[in-house]
């Protein structure tokens, strides 16, 4: 079946380093989305691509970045950790003409 | 952007009881969904739901989308139910409101 994997699923990390969250899906959507969900704020959108060199910025992309090489990868990474990005991090993907959004199931990031 | 608005932001039910979650927008929208966050964080699509109205099994939604909101039913509730119910509308992408967190207690 087709299906769409996040992975670490979860991690612990310094403030200060960088890291990746990897997003892989295999149902070759061209749409796919990085959100992050905090206590009290919903899911909110941190990047999102619409399909191969595309990139584009969410509400909340300050310290974060995107990168799309191929269609089924849309890793997102931490440039320099920091606490305030202690979260959970959602992936998501979407047909370019479809309705329904597919999420992953989450990475759990801790920045100490 | 467009405002998602749910109402009640908690809500706990004894099983077999029916519920009405609410989701306000703030813009005409061609594009809304309900989630279901299980308490183990898995989003489920349940419906997705621009106007009119869809049931699948106790759940059913009702989208009025000239008046901007949508309401979902959960009817003869299950302990199974309990988690986030979030309400979610697009336009390039999803913008989500805070949910709804529903308890069923046995």
């Known amino acids: 079946d087709a299906e769409i994997t996040q992975s670490p699923r979860h991690k612990i990390t310094e403030t200060g380093r960088q890291v990746t969250l990897a997003c892989h899906q295999t149902w070759n959507h061209n749409n796919m989305f990085w959100y992050r969900q905090d206590l009290g704020h919903g899911l909110r959108l941190i990047h999102y691509s619409y399909g191969v060199q595309d990139t584009n910025k969410g509400e909340v992309s300050d310290g974060y970045s995107v990168s799309r090489s191929n269609t089924e990868d849309l890793p997102l990474t931490l440039e320099s950790a920091a606490s305030s990005q202690t979260s959970v991090y959602f992936c998501?993907?979407?047909?370019?003409?479809?309705?329904?959004?597919?999420f992953g199931e989450g990475s759990w990031l801790t920045v100490v | 952007g467009i405002q998602v608005e749910q109402s009640p932001p908690d809500l706990i039910l004894q099983e077999g009881a029916n519920s009405t979650l609410r989701c306000n927008f703030s813009d005409s929208v061609n594009n809304l969904q309900w989630f279901h966050q299980n308490p183990w964080g898995q989003l489920i699509n349940l419906f997705y739901i621009p106007s009119g109205t869809k049931q699948n099994g106790r759940l059913s939604a009702t989208t009025v989308a000239t008046e901007r909101y949508s309401l979902l039913y959960i009817s003869s509730s299950q302990t199974t139910d309990s988690g986030v119910y979030f309400c979610?509308?697009?336009?390039?992408?999803?913008?989500f409101g805070a949910g709804t967190t529903v308890t069923v207690r046995a």
């Open positions: 998501a993907s979407r047909e370019s003409s479809g309705n329904t959004i597919y």
């Open positions: 979610a509308v697009n336009d390039y992408k999803l913008s």
